[in-house]
């Protein structure tokens, strides 16, 4: 995170975010219940079970409240230098 944001749907906020970190935690959940059955550990979930690929972190402008992946907020940052 060494790079200027900017909110690409407010235009103003270049300071105040919330930084938000995603961790996945793969799990096996009952279909009738939602109880869970099986938690995975070290991305072992089997063949049938995608790792998760999104981004590890998304950036919340704390003006307007958009919630976006960070690549956003850096390109508009970069559109308005």
Same mark, same amino acid.
């Given at each position: 995170?060494?790079?200027?944001?900017?909110?690409?749907?407010?235009?103003?906020?270049?300071?105040?975010?919330?930084?938000?970190?995603?961790? =996945?935690? @793969?799990?096996? +959940?009952?279909? &009738?219940?939602?109880?869970?059955?099986? /938690?995975?550990?070290?991305?072992? =979930?089997? @063949?049938?079970? +995608?790792?998760? &690929?999104?981004?590890?972190?998304?950036? /919340?402008?704390?003006?307007?409240?958009?919630?976006?992946?960070?690549?956003?907020?850096?390109?508009?940052?970069?559109?308005? /230098?």
């Amino acid at each position: 995170m060494s790079n200027p944001y900017l909110c690409p749907n407010c235009k103003t906020n270049r300071s105040r975010f919330n930084l938000i970190q995603q961790v =996945a935690t @793969p799990v096996k +959940m009952d279909a &009738r219940s939602g109880d869970i059955i099986e /938690q995975y550990e070290d991305n072992n =979930a089997g @063949p049938l079970h +995608m790792t998760y &690929r999104g981004p590890e972190l998304r950036v /919340q402008c704390a003006t307007c409240g958009l919630v976006e992946e960070e690549r956003m907020f850096v390109k508009r940052a970069q559109q308005q /230098q």
